[in-house]
């Protein structure tokens, strides 16, 4: 097919004749190997200046022209070249990090930016001490985001899901013009059942803009900085913008997918797998404690987790450790801090499964160095789902152990939890990894604890919201009464006016 154009991509004519005669020999191998490299793409710029007329550019990597359509319908027009799920070798070659000798890419940030995070729906803002934003005013900076993203050389369409099963996924459709944040986005998503971009069925969209700057922000309703978080419950659209760090990204997808998994009886958890060297999975809530630990009694096979009642899944397909030796591979992704100084590395976890059976125990690591939560102690269903809703951390009271923010109704997320625990008979501990001395006693209570030898909880106790357990390696009892009477009013209060 022919289109009129003021480009072309065919060769000039050669009007004269008699000058195609006396081409060298060396002259036609030249040109043969220039109309073979026009074919294929690599187009010659001074023919394009030339001609009138010229072929509809042929696709290639980078030209998809039901990409570019479907794009549009999102109104973003690419002003070059778009991929959808691009490869981790083309993610790599277009990141700006720096690429180190092992292959890795890393990005330097003067200081971890604190974003602030924007809801549409006043009830949900109030119980994350959030801000609304009005709809004209989402409108306003998702178009103003939309066109940040196709200014970009190139624009990177993920879909991929959020679950490693199909039994709980949740279909996801990324869009950037960032290729590291890309890049990261290819390691933590699971891999799904795409088919044609126009028929990829997706309830959750995301739409990354990290060098994106908003004059007068007050005017869209900004009160923070430049980095910012809207979070669309009802469409299932998150937008992040301005520069963040990839544990914003994570928490982001996180909180816009917990209202679609609920509403399949699948809870969104901050809890850990931690699979046991006896092959049980016991999912942790530890804020970190167990990815920089190596222990004898198992170890982290998911960064939070997916839980229904056939059981648990990972939500992510990688790994963020709180430090950089885990990025040892090819493509992983190290952020270097300055300000506070710390490192954080990203890389795809090694699985040979993607569903794991129900878990026999549910552990909550607190850090308490008040003298309030003992070392080691159980809960029953209904302690469990007032300790999961309260989060407490042993320091503050964090809902459902995360600092993600909430998007679901809290009631609603306290009650599947109990209502799992229920029916998978899963133990629940808590352990106050403040009152060992050695890490190694905390692994070996989790093997204890795998192995379903632990000993049964005192019959009598100053607690109402927890039962001790006696361990040999410490004395439970010498904790001060009106501390612990104090701790559990304050413990109540705060569950009473959160679950309204």
Do not use: C
């Not at 103003?144 to 879909?159: A, C, N, P």
């Not at 009802?234 to 928490?251: D, F, L, M, P, Y």
């Not at 939560?373 to 789902?385: G, H, K, V, Y």
């Amino acid at each position: 097919m022919f289109v009129k154009r003021s480009v072309s991509l065919l060769v000039k004519p050669i009007n004269n004749v008699s000058s195609v005669r006396n081409l060298t020999s060396s002259s036609s191998v030249y040109e043969a190997a220039r109309r073979k490299r026009d074919r294929k793409g690599l187009v010659n710029e001074q023919q394009i200046e030339e001609s009138d007329v010229s072929y509809f550019p042929m696709e290639r990597q980078g030209v998809d022209y039901e990409l570019n359509w479907t794009l549009n319908r999102y109104s973003i027009t690419p002003t070059f070249q778009a991929f959808r799920n691009a490869s981790e070798k083309v993610l790599f070659q277009q990141s700006q990090g720096k690429k180190e000798a092992n292959g890795q890419i890393s990005v330097q940030v003067a200081s971890e930016t604190k974003s602030t995070n924007y809801y549409l729906d006043a009830e949900v803002a109030k119980t994350n001490n959030g801000n609304v934003i009005s709809v004209a005013q989402y409108k306003q900076l998702l178009e103003l985001v939309k066109d940040h993203i196709g200014t970009h050389k190139s624009i990177f369409v993920g879909d991929a899901a959020l679950g490693s099963s199909r039994a709980v996924e949740a279909h996801i459709r990324t869009v950037t013009g960032d290729a590291t944040n890309a890049l990261y986005l290819n390691h933590i998503l699971p891999r799904t059942l795409v088919g044609k971009v126009g028929d990829f069925k997706h309830p959750i969209t995301l739409y990354l803009a990290p060098s994106l700057v908003v004059d007068s922000p007050q005017q869209y309703g900004l009160v923070g900085g430049q980095a910012f978080n809207i979070i669309d419950i009802k469409r299932g659209i998150a937008v992040i913008a301005g520069a963040q760090s990839t544990e914003n990204i994570r928490k982001t997808l996180s909180a816009i997918s917990q209202a679609h998994f609920v509403s399949t009886q699948t809870l969104s958890t901050s809890a850990d797998i931690y699979r046991t060297h006896d092959n049980k999975n016991i999912l942790v809530f530890n804020d970190g404690y167990l990815l920089n630990k190596k222990f004898e009694s198992g170890s982290v096979v998911s960064q939070g987790s997916l839980w229904n009642k056939d059981g648990v899944y990972r939500i992510f397909d990688a790994i963020s450790y709180p430090l950089e030796s885990p990025a040892n591979k090819k493509f992983d992704v190290i952020e270097r801090f300055a300000s506070p100084k710390k490192t954080v590395s990203t890389t795809p976890v090694q699985f040979d499964t993607n569903e794991y059976a129900a878990p026999s125990d549910i552990v909550f690591m607190v850090k308490d160095s008040k003298g309030i939560i003992p070392p080691f102690s159980q809960l029953d269903a209904s302690q469990a789902e007032n300790f999961f809703t309260a989060g407490y951390n042993g320091d503050s009271f964090q809902p459902f152990a995360t600092s993600e923010p909430i998007t679901t109704s809290p009631k609603a997320k306290a009650e599947l939890f109990k209502s799992l625990v229920e029916q998978n008979k899963s133990n629940v501990y808590i352990i106050n990894t403040h009152s060992f001395q050695k890490d190694a006693d905390v692994d070996k209570l989790l093997s204890v604890i795998s192995s379903g030898k632990v000993t049964k909880p005192q019959s009598k106790s100053q607690y109402q919201i927890l039962s001790p357990i006696q361990l040999s390696e410490n004395k439970v009892g010498q904790v001060d009464s009106a501390k612990i009477n104090e701790f559990e009013t304050n413990f109540a209060t705060f569950l009473s006016k959160f679950k309204q």
